[in-house]
């Protein structure tokens, strides 16, 4: 069965600070790896798809990349909207990651 | 525009059952693959149960998928002629306590679509 890791589980961040957050999959998915942003008590939002494809309305300080079974979500300069919950989801085999919690430092 | 609207939650003793529905709107149903995802409280995402678009607009069920935590006790079902999703929970545990989301996939198939529309969901409780 497939495995995906994400870390870190949770990341203190300022305003203007560049966001890593990584899923690193037990196998090779072929890409198919989608981001979702949580706020709570909220739904999740869908943010890339296809591991770097960004979702229309979604501002470009989001990116996504891939590197082998590596994946990675960027935020290129935190806004004060994105402190909220960030899933990982290899959408082949359902799984989510474990989520990472982006909190104000 | 999309619009899912999850319905059914509630409070149910251990060993009961509910029947969640999701009525969908904005899109043609039943092209589209749908889904259920559920939250414990605290806790990550779990996707629960899928079941693939494609057929007609009078059409109901297709090929159905489902989480090994509740295999066999759930059955997610469709009516294309309503534009409504459903999943039936039978033989409740105090551990599918969680907010249920109704999930619009991107496509036709289960799996290999993401999601792209959720609903606002819906909060089962199982205790007694």
């Known amino acids: 069965d497939i495995q995906m890791t994400q870390s870190p589980s949770t990341l203190s961040a300022s305003v203007g600070d560049r966001v890593t957050i990584t899923c690193r999959a037990s196998?090779?998915?072929?890409?198919?790896l989608a981001w979702y942003q949580q706020k709570p008590g909220k739904a999740p939002k869908l943010l890339i798809s296809k591991a770097s494809r960004l979702e229309s309305g979604v501002p470009s300080r989001f990116s996504g990349s891939a590197s082998g079974t590596e994946f990675t979500l960027t935020i290129s300069s935190l806004q004060p909207d994105d402190f909220a919950t960030y899933y990982c989801?290899?959408?082949?085999?359902?799984?989510f990651g474990q989520g990472t919690k982006v909190e104000m430092k | 525009e999309v619009q899912l609207l999850d319905s059914g939650g509630g409070l149910v003793q251990p060993g009961g059952s509910l029947r969640l529905s999701c009525a969908a709107s904005g899109f043609s149903f039943s092209t589209y693959a749908m889904g259920w995802v559920r939250q414990s409280p605290g806790r990550g995402l779990e996707w629960v149960s899928g079941?693939?678009?494609?057929?007609?607009?009078?059409?109901?069920?297709?090929?159905?998928y489902y989480a090994d935590s509740v295999k066999g006790r759930f059955t997610i079902s469709r009516d294309n002629s309503k534009n409504t999703l459903y999943l039936q929970m039978n033989s409740l545990r105090a551990e599918d306590t969680a907010v249920y989301y109704c999930a619009k996939e991107s496509g036709v198939t289960v799996p290999g679509n993401y999601i792209n529309s959720w609903g606002q969901g819906t909060l089962v409780t199982v205790s007694s």
């Open positions: 079941i693939s678009g494609g057929g007609g607009a009078s059409a109901s069920g297709g090929t159905t």
């Open positions: 196998q090779n998915i072929d890409n198919w």
């Open positions: 989801q290899q959408y082949n085999s359902f799984l």
